[in-house]
């Protein structure tokens, strides 16, 4: 039972574009939630997170939005560039659990 | 770099054998994480440590075990390896007690285990 799920297994952007990585779960106990990059041969790397109390949370190019009624929640990458170019997880958390989505695939090209 | 280690990079070993992989958490962190990513599959969380003590488990199975010593590095052992134990191996650690929280998880890279 996957309860975070990343529909989008990858998805490709032109430079400068927007990027946007979606995500739903279907545990109304998590709380808090969390974007992480992953380059190859690298451990996943934190980007961003927001809590459940929160809609939006800003951090340079990055966003994340929550929809808690819809169980949502997305990633956007404004402009996006050739390095933001990895796999992408998202991942929720309650207590004692913490969930991974199985990834999405970013690809940036020129 | 993340400040987390593991050892050995690479491992390739035979269904059946046991196997150790070997984690250091940053400098400073009590808490030290294993998560398991198999082809296709997201990060499942393992086991949790926290100053030596088990703190939450996830979808650990028998076979395996875990512990942190005093020195705060972590030993992820796995038994009687099966085909579709075969996958990658991540430590991460943290300052914080908790599975999760508004302290960062910092992932090491990784120890890529086959099983033939």
């Known amino acids: 039972d996957q309860q975070v799920k990343q529909n989008s297994p990858s998805l490709s952007v032109q430079e400068g574009r927007i990027s946007i990585l979606n995500c739903d779960y279907t545990n109304s106990m998590f709380d808090y939630f969390l974007w992480y990059k992953k380059y190859p041969a690298e451990g996943p790397t934190f980007l961003i997170s927001i809590s459940s109390i929160k809609d939006k949370n800003e951090d340079g190019r990055f966003t994340v939005f929550l929809n808690k009624s819809a169980k949502h929640l997305s990633l956007h990458i404004v402009p996006s560039q050739p390095g933001d170019s990895a796999v992408y997880f998202c991942?929720?958390?309650?207590?004692?659990?913490?969930?991974f989505g199985t990834g999405t695939r970013l690809q940036v090209f020129p | 770099d993340s400040g987390v280690t593991q050892t050995p990079k690479h491992l390739i070993t035979a269904t059946g054998q046991r196997v150790t992989l070997r984690c250091s958490p940053r400098s400073g962190d009590l808490s030290v994480y294993w998560y398991q990513q198999s082809l296709d599959q997201g990060l499942q969380f393992l086991i949790q440590y926290y100053n030596g003590e088990e703190r939450a488990k996830g979808n650990i199975l028998e076979r395996f075990s875990a512990q942190q010593f005093p020195d705060l590095h972590s030993e992820l052992n796995l038994s009687s390896l099966e085909l579709g134990d075969s996958a990658l191996y991540f430590c991460?650690?943290?300052?914080?007690?908790?599975?999760?929280?508004?302290?960062?998880?910092?992932f090491g890279p990784g120890t890529r285990l086959t099983v033939l």
């Open positions: 991942a929720a958390a309650g207590t004692d659990k913490l969930i």
């Open positions: 991460a650690s943290s300052a914080a007690v908790g599975t999760y929280s508004t302290d960062t998880q910092y």
